[in-house]
């Protein structure tokens, strides 16, 4: 490739540098670093535009010359028309027909001929505000009402492209910006970062993606998941894990209503009001009420990726904190105002949910929509796009009730990471469960919420303890990397002080984030809460976790009644799995046998009823069942078989 010096046409962008820079602090860039970093200094360090091109395609440089130095600038077709004395309607303006064009200058008569040069593209694509409206020739009115832009989006490397060329233009020709708010991305590579190829092999064929995964988690895994200035790495193993997360969160809880609304035949017309309703279903809709707000909030400012996960948040909370505790409401036979109440919450905050994702997902969300919606009213719009946008009932906001049950999941996640630690089963039930608990607030709020507390955690009793010295036990370190540089011969001083230190004091101040006073040979020094590290131990037959000043314990001992109950769980359990592996029905009533090892048999004599009223089991039978299926089970030394067979109604 070789250089050369060539003469060019210009757009002298140096004269307003100052003005494009200044116009700049007005734009709202997303994300914001690009306004007063790739952006910004690249304004700042403007060059004179070269505006001219010599190649055939393009728009042609409107500049005629008579060839001895003098040059004209055509401004519009009607100018153009004058000076050479004929209609150019019938004319393509472009290379080489309008290269015919020539005329003889009224006032000095000499022969006029159109430059060769084109113009930068780029041009053409920083006009598209004024050009779309072929204005200023027309459109007045519409041009004004469409300028500025509200808002644009495109790659990183249109900072030098398309973002510049829109902002030069309207500097030069309009003063003021071509957009309010500019939404800049990073590039889209493959799952190790690499740019794609044809010939490294990578490049993920989207078509792979929608017809195999679907285009809506493509697009919340780009809207909602990732940060826009985040490299965009793309597979389809990374789409099928959105698909397998959140979106099958959402269809399943959407499918559960589906289920049980049909089954019940349920009517939406009856309302239960929002004081009758129980404080779980308030609490959804508390909850509905803020993310509503979040949303809407974040997509006014054009962050996607935050109103994504509030929908995430809310949608979590909704599957398995509301649906996985309302249950029973659903399962249960009677009819009332309490099931009443739980189908209309379920369906206001599916109804909203789907509307909230509708920019992200649009097809699942139209899916919803017919289904929820169009179905129960024929007057509907006939798409969720065309609906209105949801807005918070001001009666749904309940901050109180939202911040107790914050502390209620606190201590509930605390509780499973202690019995995770302890490795006891999940459905084995527990004696005990003590907390100790930052304030009065967070107190009142467990013991409040303490049936709720127990049932999580598959504990029998709650108390609350003042000191945990019984619980667990402080191991104090000092964090070198911090602490090295600053007291060198000192740190195995610092060592010994902090081993016989008060650990549970240095422990609270550390989860309040406050310092801590450290004497060290005769001297006090100042430890802040990231000079020191905390390890704990539980104490034996205990196991515990802790967190911003939370800590909760499990007495892991186990009693003979205890194990029992564990066992009839995990019968419970099984027979829910041969249910399904039967291909029942959830409301379908079953003839039920079990039998087994001498442990079985014994813990079926205590709980058989309510192995029953939990498997829908009309009847026990302690013979054979016509047509039964089958299956064994193995639990360390337990062993048992399930025989079971729908009920034939008649």
Not at 226 to 252: G, Y
Not at 612 to 620: D, F, N, Y
Request: glycine share 6%; aromatic share 10%.
């Amino acid at each position: 490739m070789i250089y050369y010096a060539k003469n060019a046409w210009y757009i002298r962008t140096t004269s307003v540098r100052d003005r494009m820079v200044e116009l700049n602090q007005t734009i709202n860039w997303i994300p914001k670093a690009i306004r007063d970093g790739r952006f910004g200094n690249w304004l700042e360090h403007n060059v004179d535009w070269a505006l001219s091109r010599e190649r055939f395609w393009g728009t042609p440089l409107p500049v005629w010359t008579d060839g001895h130095g003098d040059f004209l600038c055509i401004g519009s077709i009607a100018e153009l028309e004058t000076l050479c004395g004929r209609s150019l309607g019938e004319i393509d303006l472009h290379r080489p027909t309008v290269d015919d064009i020539v005329f003889q200058h009224p006032d000095n008569g000499r022969e006029y001929h159109r430059v060769p040069e084109v113009i930068d593209c780029w041009f053409d694509s920083g006009a598209m505000s004024y050009a779309q409206w072929h204005y200023p020739f027309e459109n007045h009115d519409t041009f004004a009402s469409h300028f500025p832009a509200d808002y644009i989006c495109e790659a990183i490397d249109q900072t030098r492209g398309w973002f510049y060329s829109l902002h030069a233009i309207s500097t030069l020709v309009s003063d003021c910006v071509a957009y309010r708010n500019c939404v800049c991305l990073n590039h889209i590579v493959d799952a190790d970062g690499k740019k794609m190829s044809k010939s490294q092999g990578n490049i993920v064929d989207p078509y792979d993606v929608f017809d195999h995964i679907g285009a809506d988690p493509l697009r919340w895994y780009f809207l909602a998941r990732l940060a826009p200035e985040a490299q965009k790495r793309i597979s389809t193993d990374i789409v099928a894990e959105v698909a397998s997360s959140f979106i099958n969160t959402v269809w399943n809880t959407y499918a559960f209503f589906i289920l049980y609304a049909s089954l019940d035949d349920v009517s939406l017309d009856g309302n239960v009001s929002d004081a009758k309703r129980p404080e779980i279903d308030r609490w959804v809709l508390a909850l509905l009420y803020r993310t509503i707000n979040l949303v809407t909030t974040a997509l006014e400012n054009y962050d996607a990726r935050g109103a994504g996960g509030a929908i995430e948040t809310f949608t979590d909370q909704l599957s398995n904190w509301y649906v996985r505790r309302n249950r029973r409401r659903f399962w249960k036979s009677e009819t009332g105002a309490d099931k009443q109440s739980a189908y209309l919450t379920l369906y206001t905050c599916l109804d909203v949910l789907h509307r909230l994702m509708a920019p992200f997902m649009p097809f699942l969300a139209d899916e919803m929509y017919q289904n929820l919606v169009r179905s129960q009213q024929a007057d509907a719009p006939i798409s969720v796009h065309l609906s209105e946008w949801p807005k918070a009932d001001p009666n749904w906001r309940n901050d109180e009730l939202l911040g107790s049950i914050a502390v209620v999941q606190q201590v509930v996640a605390l509780g499973r990471a202690a019995r995770e630690s302890s490795r006891v089963r999940v459905r084995q039930p527990l004696s005990r469960l003590l907390a100790r608990l930052p304030d009065d607030r967070t107190t009142q709020a467990v013991i409040h919420h303490k049936d709720q507390i127990l049932e999580e955690l598959n504990v029998k009793t709650l108390e609350l303890v003042a000191r945990d010295a019984e619980l667990v036990r402080y191991h104090l370190k000092p964090n070198l990397p911090r602490l090295g540089a600053r007291y060198g011969k000192l740190i195995p001083a610092i060592r010994e002080a902090l081993a016989t230190a008060n650990g549970p004091t240095f422990a609270a101040a550390q989860a309040q984030r406050e310092t801590s006073i450290l004497t060290v040979a005769g001297q006090e020094i100042t430890l802040g809460p990231d000079d020191f590290l905390v390890e704990t131990t539980a104490a034996e037959g205990y196991s515990s976790a802790e967190s911003e000043g939370f800590l909760v314990a499990l007495d892991t001992r186990l009693t003979p009644a205890l194990e029992q109950e564990g066992l009839a769980r995990e019968l419970i359990r099984t027979v829910q799995d041969a249910r399904k592996q039967a291909n029942l029905e959830v409301s379908d009533r079953i003839f039920l046998r079990i039998t087994g090892s001498l442990d079985i048999e014994n813990t079926l004599g205590v709980h058989r009823d309510w192995i029953m009223k939990e498997t829908l089991a009309e009847k026990w039978v302690e013979g054979s069942i016509d047509g039964a299926f089958s299956i064994e089970h193995r639990l360390d030394q337990h062993n048992w078989q399930i025989f079971l067979a729908r009920k034939q109604m008649t």
